[in-house]
T-cell receptor, first 113, second 113 residues
Framework: DAKTTQPPSMDCAEGRAANLPCNHS???????VYWYRQIHSQGPQYIIH???NNETNEMASLIITEDRKSSTLILPHATLRDTAVYYC??????????????FGTGTLLAVQP | GAVVSQHPSWVICKSGTSVKIECRSL??????MFWYRQFPKQSLMLMAT?????????EQGVEKDKFLINHASLTLSTLTVTSAHPEDSSFYIC?????????FGPGTRLTVT
């Protein structure tokens, strides 16, 4: 699976949009971009995933560049409860038995009041 | 989203004893389950992948005789830490895959005294 690079930490003001970048310059054509987050002392929570088109759900939006070498997770209106470590992971998305999520170091997003 | 439970949520045991952690997918069947370990201020580290009815596949450096994994049904996987030692104290998180998505349990905090 391709390696991802994320900034170690970011701050965001409450109520503002949080934009979390991720670089995955070696991503393969059949690899999806997944985002998870982990609130302190809890299991990771799935946020969103995409292949090449931009995606939006009730939690966030995922913007993937045309060359697919980077992406941005957008939390449109950050709240204090969004303070967490956000992980960007690339993985082959066919659900095969050998596919697994390998976590990098992630970005610690601190939402400030 | 799909729900994954773990039991117990925390456990304290004495050095040399064994501890079993259960992971259940509550509203879906999971042919593949994963076990992760997380030390303080570190990312999740994948320990092993288990498929229902077959032997688990362990990541490099993980002792299969120490961390026994059983995936006897499509909704239950167990991790047994045998002859636990203080260095095994960690946050253990299981994950279950439903088609393409992977959902995580809340984690089990193991403390070995």
């Amino acid at each position: 699976d391709a390696k991802t690079t994320q900034p170690p930490s970011m701050d965001c003001a409450e109520g503002r949009a949080a934009n979390l970048p991720c670089n995955h310059s070696t991503i393969s054509g059949n690899e999806y971009v997944y985002w998870y987050r982990q609130i302190h002392s809890q299991g990771p929570q799935y946020i969103i995933h995409g292949l090449k088109n931009n995606e939006t759900n009730e939690m966030a939006s995922l913007i993937i560049t045309e060359d697919r070498k980077s992406s941005t997770l957008i939390l449109p209106h950050a709240t204090l409860r969004d303070t967490a470590v956000y992980y960007c992971i690339v993985r082959v998305g066919d659900g095969g038995a050998t596919n697994k999520l390998i976590f990098g170091t992630g970005t610690l997003l601190a939402v400030q009041p | 989203g799909a729900v994954v439970s773990q039991h117990p949520s925390w456990v304290i045991c004495k050095s040399g004893t064994s501890v079993k952690i259960e992971c259940r997918s509550l509203d879906f069947q999971a042919t593949t389950m994963f076990w992760y370990r997380q030390f303080p201020k570190q990312s999740l580290m994948l320990m092993a992948t288990s498929n229902e009815g077959s032997k688990a596949t362990y990541e490099q450096g993980v002792e299969k005789d120490k961390f026994l994994i059983n995936h006897a049904s499509l909704t239950l996987s167990t991790l047994t830490v045998t002859s636990a030692h203080p260095e095994d104290s960690s946050f253990y998180i299981c994950s279950a895959r439903a088609t393409y998505e992977q959902y995580f349990g809340p984690g089990t905090r193991l403390t070995v005294t």
